[in-house]
């Protein structure tokens, strides 16, 4: 992706001919400062590339689709995972579009591109009506005291029901049905409506071009020659070229080397206003120095304090990821080194695994953001990887009073040494058509879900809230949700604290020897469940040996599931003639060659894909 | 010939035996025709090269003048295929004629029971053949269908009463039934079926081959996993006929081989003593030792019959490819070749096997400290073989040095 994006800044660059409004002449009462709001697949890119084109941003000969996504995997998943910005201009006004991601891990990012904004457009699919997500960002644009635009895209598709979903989100957000704009991006229809609507209601920015410089950074990314590049936006003062600037919260002082907008082609500027959005590149190495929410001033004039709202993102999953070429281990750490220049939310600590050899446990966002690093590093870094099972963090509260935190089942301390273990909860919203109602709450029920609420946004359709430990959602909640719903329900969560519960570490024993990399953390209730599906599983995975294997799992010394793989009977070539002899020979000396290459747990020798397969097949 | 006093002599498991009339030495003729192909095989047949039959035949002759000159007379000869047994008495006399053989020598036809008769073998054994080597399989009709066999079991009774009105019915002047367990619905029933009606024919057969079923890449058998064998049931079967064939009076003197004493394929043995042999035909493997060095070389006959004719009959080498085998290699060859047989490997060979954990069930002292396969040690053989450990061989490892030297 490094790669990727410096090919699109390139072409940003020899695209900028045309010269920028000097922003000294900038009105601040001309601008508007907004996101685009809507859930994955409800048309986001499309009307940011229309908007491009209607406002004669990018020639259409240069359209491409979803010109703002610019990460392979982003536009294969049609998510957008890092922001993007545009400025572009309608009508005498200057209007700033400002990228949200599109995925519930990031909800953090969303928030602080909210930050920046005045005002939303909350777009929403004709024919499907709001989404959990969606909603969770309106009432987060609620909070914020934005101004919300909301519009109805795909109008023109055959099931499109503007009516249906207008009057349900008049009852859920209280936006009157009338004036909720009908769109269609694929179309153009409506969209310069949609831009007068923008330029009308949302309000301009405020702020003090004299004070002391406060500047939001929104998003930042890495990129291979220029180093850090970030969205900004000045709420006051002036972000000035060549000044020092002051991270507040990374109390780091950097140059500005350059700054300037992006139109999309990236235009220099000697400075940025008040209300003003564009990018900062100061010469940073590593995006941890310049995260979102970090508050930029002027090193010689600082601000009196930074501005609200920053948080440090905490990873909510993990896993273990270990090369499946042990020599790897090296290059995955280089990997993870750069990864992390770019993805200051990504965690990781080497670990040992006596199974899987040398790895690194990994914090993640949520489990799109584990799988997308996942995949990043494989395809980016050309690396092959076995992940362990995900999981969450634990607060294990010992007897002597102390708390341990619990990333990994092995650092679970010895039963008789636990006072207690607490685990996160999240509180999840999900939109669902109410024929489902029945089977989401059995689900939320059998993942020990309590419901908070349960309301109807229309007779169709119902708002159900749970309070749901993470570790629940994290074990393939989200598939089977979609499962359930035929794809219909829409789910968003977000953190809701700390509970006791019963809580064991189950144990996976190889020949009576426990095997770190199957060993889980689960609830008393469920523990069953996975020693029999891991068990099981196990037992078509390893290959028979020459003596019956027990595979068991255990809660301390106590078994609850086994099962055995039998003794291998048979292993000869019935034929051994003339022609077969040099056969046999090279095939004695593979099998040879391969047992060295097994991972031997105990007596028992495994294959390193026995590991793989068992690993991935609990995704 | 006819009238060997001593069987004994010739059939003695020793590689090295002073009282036998010459150093064994075998020659192995390939015959790559057969009528239909059996979806198993992985052998260079062909069913559509009939027209090349007398030319093929020609260029193992001319073939054979050429690579067993100065070769020693062959002790045993091997009619192997393919389906042999589609050649006529003179047809297959020509080739022998061009083998030279020494007197007493073991010479075997292998033949698939519908392609015989009472006068076909009569002529085999009057061109010399004195072992016969009969393709059963199974002697259940829906067994012989699954392996895409042609006979039904009548065709063998048939084919074995002729053999022993040929004369063919005894340990020094016999017949050999090959078996396969673990076809596709073969059930436990049908292959104690076959093992009692194997058992039951007239004359008795002095000698018995079982092959497990193997699924050989490349073959169609390979691409249709459902009627691949199952292991565990190949296992049950093999201990079954084992213990029949033992009781019977047939003891296992190879993994996939039981005879009566005396009755013993002296050509196979061969194999497994690490003799030299010449192959002639397509595809054929050979194997000569250089006493100086204690190196071999093992080389194998280009695969068509063809190229195999083109290249005889113009003079050429018709090999395509070989390995030399270094006085090491051949050590480690040795006791994986001895392990399957009944003379085993030296007790050395397998340091501390009294203490493993499993070998002690896998192999058993038997004697001048030696260790032989347990008949559970038989079925796993090839885990015991990656176990072996070629011992320390002062002899050996001079030759190694010696050879070193003078290079």
């Not at chain 1, 960002?137 to 635009?149: T, W």
């Not at chain 1, 999240?426 to 419901?451: D, H, K, N, V, W």
């Not at chain 2, 673990?182 to 076959?194: F, L, Q, Y």
């Not at chain 2, 885990?383 to 050996?396: G, K, N, T």
């Amino acid at each position: 992706m490094v790669a990727c994006q410096r090919r699109g800044l390139d072409q940003n660059y020899r695209r900028a001919g045309r010269a920028a409004t000097p922003l000294s002449e900038l009105n601040l009462e001309n601008i508007r400062n907004l996101s685009i709001v809507a859930h994955v697949d409800h048309g986001k890119s499309t009307l940011s590339d229309r908007v491009l084109e209607l406002t004669g941003a990018v020639d259409a000969r240069d359209m491409r689709e979803q010109y703002l996504d610019s990460m392979d995997i982003e536009r294969e998943r049609g998510i957008t995972i890092k922001a993007q910005n545009v400025r572009v201009r309608w009508k005498g006004h200057t209007i700033h579009l400002i990228d949200t991601p599109g995925h519930v891990d990031f909800g953090y990012e969303v928030s602080r591109s909210l930050a920046a904004c005045e005002g939303v457009v909350l777009l929403i699919d004709a024919a499907q009506g709001i989404e959990a997500q969606t909603l969770t960002n309106a009432y987060q644009a609620l909070e914020h005291d934005l101004e919300i635009v909301a519009v109805l895209n795909k109008i023109d598709l055959p099931a499109a029901d503007p009516d249906r979903y207008a009057a349900e989100i008049e009852k859920v957000l209280g936006l009157p049905a009338d004036e909720i704009l009908r769109i269609s991006a694929k179309t153009g229809a409506g969209v310069a409506d949609l831009l007068d609507a923008i330029c009308e209601r949302i309000p301009p920015p405020r702020g003090d071009a004299a004070a002391p410089l406060q500047g939001l950074i929104f998003d930042s990314y890495y990129d291979q020659y220029r180093g850090v590049v970030s969205a900004v936006r000045v709420m006051h003062g002036r972000l000035v070229s060549g000044e020092r600037l002051r991270f507040m919260q990374a109390g780091r002082t950097h140059d500005v080397e350059e700054i300037g907008i992006r139109t999309p082609a990236s235009v220099p500027v000697a400075e940025l206003g008040p209300g003003e959005v564009g990018y900062l590149i100061a010469g940073i190495k590593d995006v941890g120095e310049a995260r979102s929410g970090e508050t930029v001033t002027s090193a010689a004039r600082p601000a009196a304090a930074a501005l609200e709202g920053y948080k440090d993102p905490k990873p909510m999953v993990f896993c273990g990821l270990y090369p499946v070429e042990g020599d790897d281990f090296s290059n995955l750490r280089e990997a993870l080194e750069k990864l992390r220049l770019n993805d200051a939310s990504v965690t990781y600590e080497p670990e040992t695994s006596g199974a899987l050899g040398f790895g690194f446990r990994c914090g993640f966002l949520g489990l799109l953001h584990m799988e997308i690093v996942r995949e990043r590093l494989e395809r980016e870094f050309d690396l092959s990887l076995i992940a362990t099972a995900p999981s969450v963090e634990y607060r294990a509260h010992l007897t002597d009073g102390s708390v341990v935190e619990v990333h990994n089942p092995s650092e679970m301390p010895e039963p008789q040494k636990l006072e207690s273990i607490e685990e996160p909860y999240l509180q999840a919203t999900i939109l669902t058509p109410t024929e489902y109602t029945g089977t989401l709450m059995e689900l939320c029920q059998a993942r020990r879900g309590e419901m908070v609420r349960m309301e109807y946004l229309s007779p169709e359709r119902l708002e159900l809230v749970y309070r749901i430990p993470l570790a629940e959602v994290v074990m393939d909640f989200f598939d089977a949700l979609k499962s359930r719903t035929k794809g219909y329900a829409s789910l968003d969560y977000e953190p809701a604290g700390w509970d006791q519960a019963d809580l064991v570490k189950i144990d996976v024993l190889l020949n009576g020897v426990p095997v770190d990399a199957f060993s889980a953390i689960a609830h008393r209730s469920a523990a069953q469940e996975y020693g029999r599906r891991m068990t099981e599983r196990l037992r078509s995975l390893i290959p028979r040996q020459l003596f019956d294997v027990p595979i068991q799992a255990a809660i301390g010394g106590r078994i609850i599931a086994r099962e055995t793989v039998k003794a291998k009977r048979k292993d000869v070539l019935a034929k051994c003639y003339g022609g077969d002899i040099t056969r046999k020979r090279k095939l004695l000396e593979k099998q040879k060659e391969g047992k060295k290459r097994m991972k031997n747990i105990g007596r028992v020798e495994v294959p390193q894909e026995a590991f793989i397969q068992a690993l991935r097949l609990e995704e | 010939m006819l009238d060997q006093p001593d069987g004994a002599t010739l059939v003695d498991m020793s590689p090295v035996d002073p009282m036998a009339p010459t150093e064994p030495f075998g020659v192995y003729v390939h015959v790559p025709f057969c009528t239909s192909r059996c979806d198993y095989c992985a052998f260079a047949t062909w069913t559509d090269r009939f027209h090349l039959v007398n030319d093929y035949l020609d260029a193992c002759v001319i073939d054979a003048a050429r690579s067993l000159d100065g070769a020693p007379l062959a002790t045993s000869v091997f009619f192997g295929g393919g389906t042999p047994s589609l050649l006529e008495p003179d047809q297959l006399a020509k080739v022998l004629a061009a083998v030279r053989h020494a007197d007493g020598a073991e010479v075997t036809v292998e033949c698939n029971p519908e392609t015989v008769d009472a006068t076909k073998l009569a002529g085999y054994r009057a061109a010399g053949v004195t072992r016969l080597s009969f393709g059963v399989q199974s002697m259940v009709p829906a067994v012989l269908a699954s392996l895409g066999r042609h006979h039904d079991p009548a065709a063998v009774a048939s084919a074995v009463d002729a053999a022993g009105r040929a004369g063919f019915d005894g340990e020094q002047l016999g017949y050999n039934v090959d078996l396969i367990f673990g076809a596709a619905g073969e059930s436990p029933a049908d292959w104690e079926e076959t093992l009692l009606a194997v058992l039951a024919l007239d004359p008795p057969p002095h000698h018995v081959s079982g092959y497990g079923l193997t699924v050989e890449p490349g073959t169609p058998l390979a691409h249709e996993p459902d009627r691949h064998p199952d292991p565990d049931d190949q296992a049950d079967k093999y201990l079954l006929a084992d213990q029949m064939l033992s009781a019977a009076g047939l003891s296992w003197y190879e993994i996939s081989n039981w005879a009566r004493p005396g009755a013993e394929c002296r050509h196979n043995q061969l194999y497994w003593d690490q003799g030299e042999y010449i192959g002639i035909g397509c595809s054929a493997h050979s194997h000569r030792v250089d006493a100086e060095s204690g190196s071999a070389r093992r080389w194998w006959n280009v695969r068509t019959p063809d190229r195999y004719i083109r290249l005889a009959k113009s003079g050429q080498r018709p090999s395509a490819a070989g390995e030399d085998i270094n006085p090491q290699a051949r050590l480690v060859e040795s006791l994986q070749l001895a392990l399957r047989t009944r003379a085993g490997v030296p007790e050395s060979s397998l340091p501390g096997w009294d203490e493993d954990p499993v070998l002690p069930e896998l192999v058993t002292p038997a004697g001048s400290g030696r260790l032989v396969l347990t008949t559970n040690g038989r079925l796993l053989a090839n885990e015991v073989a990656i176990r072996l450990v070629p011992a320390p061989c002062d002899s050996v490892e001079n030759e190694v040095e010696n050879l070193r030297l003078s290079s």
